[in-house]
């Protein structure tokens, strides 16, 4: 079973507010990436790191941002949350190497109001 | 055109049917990915797979790289099995973007 983690599953929230979306792997990998997710839609990548200390900006543009201080965290903040906000948010994580398996986290699913 | 096509894109079926998901790519890809997505939100990796065949359970996938196609399977299907299964490839000049997904297929098997 993959040890990969996100919190919280749900958040409802208000305009304006700031809030982080966390993530946590436990296997060591080097590659973590956040992807959002509407409803019926394809995974859209937003973010990725390769290591700590590196984080890039992925295919779809997104007012959050993310921190790689440590290997094992790779948390996503909305400075001020927007009703356009609202989306599901995928964690994944894999080893370093071009042939390598992802792991996704359960996801969060974000409303806000 | 999405890079990854996925057919159909809902699926009914009874308890106990064959069924079959297909994906058409059109890049070239170094491994292929099936996803299951349960209502949740959390996703699982069933199969990855860079040729030939890979059978898990009652769950076989099968990949042509010639054609650009692959095929998820599912024998004796059951209600649990119902989910969202999506197709994701690995591009050989993704670089950052790791994998490209399809739309996904919506599942439902009915008891």
């Known amino acids: 079973e993959a040890d990969i983690y996100q919190t919280p599953r749900y958040l409802v929230i208000g305009t304006g507010k700031k809030i982080t979306l966390e993530c946590s792997q436990t296997?060591?990998?080097?590659?973590m990436y956040w992807y959002q997710q509407d409803p019926g839609m394809e995974l859209h990548l937003i973010h990725y790191?390769?290591?700590?200390?590196?984080?890039e900006k992925g295919d779809l543009s997104s007012e959050s941002t993310v921190s790689r201080i440590r290997t094992e965290h790779f948390p996503l903040t909305l400075e001020s949350a927007r009703p356009s906000h609202t989306s599901q948010y995928l964690c994944a994580s894999s080893p370093q190497g071009g042939y390598s398996e992802a792991f996704f986290g359960q996801g969060t699913r974000l409303t806000v109001v | 055109k999405n890079e990854v096509e996925q057919s159909p894109q809902n699926l009914t079926a009874q308890e106990g049917e064959f069924i079959t998901i297909n994906c058409s790519y059109s890049v070239g890809i170094s491994a292929l990915h099936w996803l299951q997505q349960h209502p949740g939100g959390g996703i699982v990796s069933l199969f990855m797979l860079s040729s030939g065949k890979k059978k898990h359970g009652r769950l076989i996938a099968t990949i042509n790289i010639q054609e650009k196609h692959s095929s998820l399977h599912i024998t004796a299907s059951h209600p649990r099995d119902s989910a969202v299964y999506i197709c994701?490839?690995?591009?050989?000049?993704?670089?950052?973007?790791?994998?490209?997904f399809g739309s996904g297929t919506q599942l439902t098997v009915l008891p």
């Open positions: 296997m060591g990998h080097d590659k």
């Open positions: 790191s390769y290591g700590v200390n590196s984080t």
């Open positions: 994701a490839v690995r591009p050989i000049r993704g670089g950052a973007r790791q994998l490209t």
